[in-house]
């Protein structure tokens, strides 16, 4: 196999496969934790008494079943906040994936703005320039270079092996 040594056609790709391998994780988590949601009425039937409950000193809100049905709502609300979280990085993923797909097509009619809609400006890393408009004004540049880079036709075996890889472990490079 090829390597590619083009460090910004690399971290573009790599920049994908850390949301699908975010994506991924999250979906697992979700799942995880709507299991641990359906078994929460075991939970409910197991007779558990809480510290206090026996010598009539508990305080209020401290019985089992109230610390349940808080733990309950709180996995809800966590369920949620990680299905919206799932929606955006589908979103960025779906934004890197389509014009490496347009180039897979070669169509060559592809324009920079392909690579601008789905190019975050802080994915140059704006943590090591002062200006964030220096930043973007480096990535608009950057990416004006990297739709030129991935239009090689070397490109075109590790772009497929980005965009149906769904781990880590099954990307290429």
């Known amino acids: 196999m090829m390597r590619y040594t083009d460090p910004l056609a690399i971290e573009y790709l790599n920049k994908l496969r850390r949301l699908k ?13 709507e299991v641990n949601l359906a078994n929460k009425d075991k939970e409910l039937a197991a007779p558990i008494a809480c510290y206090g409950e026996k010598t009539g000193q508990a305080k209020p809100g401290s019985s089992v079943v109230e610390r349940l049905a808080l733990r309950e709502e709180m996995l809800r609300e966590k369920i949620n906040r990680a299905k919206v979280a799932l929606y955006n990085l589908r979103q960025d993923i779906y934004k890197l994936e389509m014009p490496l797909e347009y180039l897979l097509l070669e169509e060559r009619d592809i324009t920079t703005e392909h690579f601008l809609e789905g190019y975050n400006w802080s994915f140059i890393g704006t943590s090591r320039h002062r200006s964030r408009q220096w930043a ?5 540049q950057g990416v004006k270079n990297l739709a030129g880079i991935l239009r090689r036709p070397e490109f075109a ?10 781990s880590v472990s099954d990307c290429a490079g």
């Open 157 to 166: 075996e590790l772009i497929r092996s980005y965009l149906t890889a769904d």
């Open 21 to 33: 391998t975010a994506a991924q994780k999250t979906v697992d988590n979700i799942a995880r934790w």
């Open 136 to 140: 973007y004004n480096k990535g608009v």
